[in-house]
């Protein structure tokens, strides 16, 4: 079984530039996670799918920020119009729901490599 | 709301010796779950154990074991006979039922030195 794929790894870009990137959940993981990441800091929620249906938002995630899932097995998550503090590693993660998988793994969220971005 | 503390910012040890990372949580749920996950220099997370607010034995996974005690709010982790491959950063997380999210404490820098 593969796991959680994101891509791409690294972007850089200039400030004012839109970027989005894209996760691909371990097969059959209905729910799909974005987290936050700034150096030295722990993740930070930013939203969550269950299959195509997106179920709660954080604060965190401005305007500037749209998150899809359109058919319930890949996610991107598009940022608009980037400002240097956009900067961070976005993460992943998914994870199968109750019924799924055997019981130790479920509901655990299993996370991608990330993707660092860099805005200049 | 949600805490995770992990106070211990960078622990430094030689190899062999034996390192306990502390997590203290604050929750008003009365159900919930404490996760702890690696984070090597490559940057991907990686899911270590996973443990029930209702199940407070202690686990142990080969050099690995979990203390967690709910009269302290506390899920320790402790390495024995660490190793230089140990070096990461590691996190303490908490989520409430229903998985909605994960809240991450900043996490312990460990340096193991040969």
């Known amino acids: 079984d593969t796991g959680v794929s994101q891509d791409p790894r690294h972007k850089i870009t200039k400030r004012g530039q839109n970027v989005t990137f894209r996760c691909d959940p371990i097969?059959?993981?209905?729910?799909l996670y974005w987290y936050r990441q700034t150096l030295g800091q722990g993740p930070e929620f930013l939203t969550y799918?269950?299959?195509?249906?997106?179920?709660?938002k954080s604060r965190l995630l401005s305007d500037r920020f749209s998150a899809e899932r359109p058919k319930g097995s890949f996610s991107t998550l598009e940022i608009q119009r980037t400002e240097q503090g956009d900067s961070a590693m976005y993460l992943c993660a998914s994870s199968p729901i109750r019924g799924q998988g055997d019981l130790k793994s479920t509901d655990t969220q299993y996370f991608g490599p990330g993707t660092r971005l860099t805005v200049l | 709301a949600q805490k995770v503390t992990q106070a211990q910012t960078e622990i430094s040890v030689v190899e062999k010796e034996d390192v306990t990372l502390d997590c203290v949580y604050e929750?008003?749920?009365?159900?919930?779950?404490l996760f702890w996950y690696k984070q090597p220099p490559s940057g991907e997370l990686v899911f270590l154990i996973r443990r029930n607010s209702f199940d407070e034995q202690n686990e142990i996974s080969g050099r690995y074991s979990w203390n967690f005690q709910k009269s302290t709010s506390s899920f320790n982790f402790t390495i024995t006979a660490s190793q230089v491959v140990d070096s990461a950063v590691y996190f303490c997380?908490?989520?409430?039922?229903?998985?909605?999210?994960?809240?991450f404490g900043t996490g312990t820098r460990l340096l193991v030195s040969p």
């Open positions: 799918f269950q299959n195509e249906a997106q179920l709660e």
């Open positions: 097969s059959e993981h209905n729910r």
């Open positions: 929750t008003r749920d009365t159900t919930y779950y």
């Open positions: 997380a908490l989520s409430s039922t229903g998985f909605q999210k994960l809240v």
